[in-house]
């Protein structure tokens, strides 16, 4: 089983920036044998798939809404993964969930792609 836990969520203004970051670690983990994404959840939605990462990191996903604002990334050495956020809208703000999965088949867009979940990070973006 992989911990994973988020940081860097806050409040900022639209057109603002904000870095998430997923610590991950686990017993028997090995990072690179993970495929990383990143969803959010806002109040009255459902969850919604953001951006994912491939094990080696040279393959990424975005979904329409983020694609050109949000990226995503890993770090082995540190066993992170970060999601940079521009140009925020209000329309970002929700809780961001970093998730884990040691399988390769299945989108990465899919919740059911990942085996572990963090806690959240709260991202607020006011007008």
Do not use: H
Request: hydrophobic content about 30%.
């Amino acid at each position: 089983q992989v911990q994973l836990v988020e940081s860097g969520g806050g409040l900022v203004q639209a057109g603002g920036s904000l870095r998430l970051s997923c610590a991950a670690s686990g017993r028997t983990f090995t990072f690179r044998t993970y495929r990383l994404g990143w969803f959010r959840l806002a109040p009255g939605k459902e969850r919604e798939f953001v951006a994912a990462i491939s094990r080696s990191g040279t393959i990424t996903y975005y979904s329409d809404s983020v694609k050109g604002r949000f990226t995503i990334s890993r770090d082995s050495a540190k066993n992170t993964a970060y999601l940079q956020m521009n140009s925020l809208k209000p329309e970002d703000t929700a809780v961001y969930y970093c998730a884990a999965g040691r399988d390769t088949v299945g989108s990465s867009r899919t919740p059911g792609a990942y085996d572990d979940w963090g806690q959240g990070t709260q991202v607020t973006v006011s007008s």
